[in-house]
């Protein structure tokens, strides 16, 4: 079973704060995606990487960076938190390959920057 | 205007009945469809893809894409409760080394018994 770990399910934080979202998979996929979910915005994708130190800005990067050190781990992180910055981030992870290749979700950090 | 536009609902429907789930796409590059069906405090799942026009059919589950209008469906024959969830449509782009998905904002189903 393709596993993806989001490191927290609750997370709450204050302005300002610099924040670390963590996410691991157990499937030796090449790419890695950040996405946040609001409501009435549905899924939008923050960054992605398609290899070890490869990363690549996705619709909305501003407020945030990654870091992909080893493939199996990709973060997230909130130079500066704002409360604006307050989601759920869903990471995924899917193999290179065909273009029908399936993403593979985490269950999601719902972060409140207060 | 958005790449894929899809009806937040909610959707409440009872139990048994046909349920058509639609999304409009503006995104010619898309190469291939998804949905993706997420349950409350869950991250999404992958129920169904497909990649050219037509039907595909998984048990209950019918995805249907039609790239001349930019429309994408997926019905649900005789719905069940445990069908009550987010479906989100998405397009998807082949870019060579990774593949990109565009999700619309997804719809509430609600099925009820």
């Known amino acids: 079973d393709v596993k993806v770990t989001q490191s927290s399910r609750y997370l709450v934080k204050r302005t300002g704060e610099k924040v670390f979202l963590e996410c691991v998979q157990d499937?030796?996929?090449?790419?890695m995606f950040w996405y946040r979910q609001d409501p009435g915005l549905g899924l939008r994708l923050i960054y992605f990487?398609?290899?070890?130190?490869?990363?690549e800005k996705g619709d909305i990067p501003e407020g945030y960076s990654v870091s992909r050190e080893k493939k199996e781990r990709f973060s997230l992180i909130l130079e500066s938190a704002s409360t604006n910055q307050t989601s759920m981030y869903l990471c995924?992870?899917?193999?290179?390959?065909?273009?029908?290749?399936?993403?593979?979700f985490g269950q999601g950090t719902r972060l409140t920057v207060v | 205007q958005k790449e894929v536009e899809q009806d937040p609902g909610p959707l409440s429907v009872p139990e048994g009945a046909i349920v058509s789930l639609n999304c409009t796409y503006s995104?010619?590059?898309?190469?291939?469809f998804m949905w993706y069906r997420q349950y409350s405090r869950k991250g999404p799942e992958l129920l169904m893809y497909?990649?050219?026009?037509g039907n595909k059919e998984d048990g209950r589950f019918t995805a249907q894409v039609d790239k001349s209008s930019k429309y994408i469906s997926l019905f649900i024959r005789d719905s069940q409760p445990s069908d009550s969830a987010t479906y989100l449509c998405?397009?998807?782009?082949?870019?060579?080394?990774?593949?990109?998905?565009?999700f619309g904002t997804g719809t509430l189903l609600a099925v009820q018994p």
């Open positions: 995924a992870s899917s193999p290179q390959g065909t273009p029908n290749t399936e993403a593979f």
């Open positions: 499937m030796d996929h090449e790419n």
């Open positions: 990487s398609y290899d070890v130190k490869m990363k």
């Open positions: 995104n010619s590059a898309f190469q291939y």
């Open positions: 497909t990649y050219s026009s």
């Open positions: 998405a397009g998807g782009v082949y870019g060579g080394a990774t593949n990109k998905l565009i």
